[in-house]
Nanobody
Framework: QVQLVESGGGLVQPGGSLRLSCAAS????????MGWYRQAPGKQREYVAV???????NYADPVKGRFTISRDNAKNTVYLQMNSLKLEDTAVYYC?????????WGQGTQVTVSS
């Protein structure tokens, strides 16, 4: 069992930055692929970024060059650094931990980009 707790969301102006954190507990964090997803009002949840257990990284096109995902296995934490935020980045951001036969989600943290 893995418990995921996101933090770091909030209200930010366009062009601003936020860093999201997702703290994991309950299992071997380093063996999990860790992803960030988001869901805007009235829209389906969408993929944002992933960092695999081996350290490979991938981003969705809308966030490439603006967001950076990283992980600290010693702290059981994955981060999402978000720069140059846009109005359309407004969403609830969710952390996901997954591997074969296991898939866990956090409760989400709200990010609102508004002037």
């Amino acid at each position: 069992q893995v418990q995921l707790v996101e933090s770091g969301g909030g209200l930010v102006q366009p062009g601003g930055s936020l860093r999201l954190s997702c703290a994991a507990s309950g299992s071997i964090f380093s063996s999990f692929n860790m992803g960030w997803y988001r869901q805007a009002p009235g829209k389906q949840r969408e993929y944002v970024a992933v960092i695999t257990s081996g350290g490979s990284i991938n981003y969705a096109d809308p966030v490439k060059g603006r967001f950076t995902i990283s992980r600290d296995n010693a702290k059981n934490t994955v981060y999402l650094q978000m720069n140059s935020l846009k109005l359309e980045d407004t969403a609830v951001y969710y952390c996901r931990a997954y591997k074969a036969w296991s898939d866990y989600w956090g409760q989400g943290t709200q990010v609102t980009v508004s002037s």
